[in-house]
């Protein structure tokens, strides 16, 4: 039985209308003993926890996976649902956590792609790296990765996300062979493997928006929001930004339409997100705006919520 159906159980059982979305903590920079006062919270449903590929994976085929064994022991002693993302793909220039063998094998060709800034026409600075996984060696790699996280956690777990599909590079001066069909393909390729080795636990896919495309103009968002209604991949994204005009030109139209048809939906309200600010109030969201977009709007089944979340220090 998934995640989703657990969640139906519990929350639809006394009524025929549509239940608010679980509330999970996602790990973000707090300490365990926040956490664990707030997964002791009736109201929170489990724990998101963020992974790099060079935790998990220290050398070539050699993998450890004790830090995950521990928050969920932790997590379930607890009595709460646990969710693992595991990242490719970081925001600091400083951040290069790919294993070292990756980083350095002249197969994977460096690994890694610088982030530019994206807002605006120019891409102006760095601001992070991904993953080049339009690379096929690195890609086999990291769904090595995948089918072993499965091998250990598959039905142990609430479920595993991927990162979000936003990515901004210099395409002009990429050596590493990028082009916008080779990215689609290549993460489409990723989440259907994760979807194969993964029987049990939920399988969810961030999607916010694609490079390359705007407003489905490329059909990416499409193709992406119809493999997953076909094949039981859940989707989800890093923001809940109600009426936010560039997500609204991307994403969130299709959450709207498919959400009926997905096994799953989860999305995050991280730090960023709680400054943004309600149009019409001129004031930063409130958590029933948040929740009433995300349930009545997009048809959220869980929400990741910051830390930081103010609610959760108010009782």
Known sequence: MTFRFLLAAAYLAASSAAAEPANFIYSGDAEEATLTRLLQRSDIEGLQQIYSWRQLEPGEGVYDFSEIEADLARTKALGKQFFIQIQDRFFSNEARRLPDYILTDPIY??????????????????QGWAAIQ??????????????????????????INLPETAIDIDMEADTTGFSCDAYFDAEIDNLRHARSVFAESNVVQYVNFWPC????DHGYMERLFDTAAAEGIGLGGP?????????????????????????????????????????????????????????????????????????LFED
């Open 134 to 159: 339009w690379n096929g060696a690195l890609r086999t790699r990291f769904q090595a990765l995948l089918t072993a996280l499965a091998e250990e956690f598959d039905g142990r777990i609430a479920g």
């Open 213 to 216: 495309e705007w407003n489905n």
């Open 239 to 311: 923001d809940i930004a109600p009426y936010r005009k560039g997500q609204m030109k991307n994403a969130y139209p299709f959450f709207h339409d498919y959400h009926d048809r997905l096994p799953v939906v989860a999305m995050a309200i991280q730090e960023p997100t709680l400054k943004y600010r309600n149009d019409e109030t001129g004031k930063p969201y409130t958590r029933a705006e948040f929740v009433d977009f995300a349930e009545n709007y997009l048809g959220v089944d869980i929400i990741f919520w910051t830390p930081d979340a103010p609610w």
């Open 109 to 126: 060709e460096g690994g890694l792609v610088a982030q530019m800034d994206g807002n605006g026409e120019e891409l102006a600075f760095q």
